[in-house]
């Protein structure tokens, strides 16, 4: 009776296990009743009927990735090169992902590749180096025209490598070398041109500057000239200036003395008296003269007898 009552238990204890069933966050499973589709398994507590109800698969909803094995293709001017390539995809329906296809992840792969391939080959070496965006964006418009029916989203597409022959790569080093040394060259060689401007322009400066110190320096001095001239100038005026009020003082003083003019050529006839005492100098007077020095005896007896 006991084994009967164990066996009764096992029997509870091996249903309750079977009919329920604990789904982990971001994970979905896809249930079979009977062989067909029923529902699918959502996070959490889910119960099933026991020997009735089967599971499938479970799928993870987060973003998965798939590495692309390197993949060696012609391009357009036939030149192999091998690309490696890397995809990102996230199941958003569960049971299409698992009766639309039997391997998604294998038919990812597969349609990169054959659509690595005709890229490629429309594009030459140039343009298959530098145009990974283009590659890119091309394989994920087709997976994800194939891959709608499949439940399966294309999130990203990466291109990680491209590798061309190893003596192509090392023409594209040398070329790459000397497009450096060619640039160096061209940088030097503008600095070189940029310094010879840079010096003339200053030395063009420096000349302009000293043209204009010389011309300030010239107005300068012709300025000061002047000046010195209006000075002397002046003071010459103001010495003949001089001159005139002492000789206009002193006829005052004369006239004042009553001494008239014929005082005075009596003066300046004694100066040239004193003048012809010299052995080697001679007077010659005009003949209307004479009557002038008659009436100047009688001057000189008065200025005698004054003293």
Known sequence: MMYVVFLIVIVIVLVVVLSIKIVPQQRVGVVERLGKFNRLLTPG????????DNVRVFHDLRIQQANV??????????????????????????EQATYGISDYVYGVRN?????????????????????????????????????????????????????????????????????????AIVLEAEAAKQDLILRSEGDKQSKILKAEGEKEARIRQAEGLRQAQELEALGEAKAILAVAEAEKARIEMLRAAGLDEKVLAYRSFEALGEIAKGPANKVFLPSSVAETLGSLGAMGDLFKSKG
Do not use: C, H
């Not at 140039?126 to 499949?150: F, V």
């Open 45 to 52: 507590v889910n119960v099933l009927v026991p020997f009735i």
């Open 111 to 183: 349609i990169t590749t054959a659509t690595l391939r005709q890229i490629i080959g429309n594009m030459e070496l140039d343009e298959t180096l530098s145009g990974r965006e283009r590659i890119s964006s091309n394989i994920r418009l087709a997976l994800d025209e194939a891959t709608e029916k499949w439940g399966v989203r294309i999130e990203r597409v990466e291109v990680l490598d491209i590798k061309p022959p190893g003596d192509i790569q090392e023409a594209m080093d040398k070329q790459m070398k000397a497009e450096r040394n060619k640039r």
């Open 69 to 94: 094995p390197p993949q060696t293709v012609i391009t357009k001017d036939n030149v192999q090169v091998q690309i490696d390539t890397i995809i990102f995809y996230q199941i958003v329906a569960p």
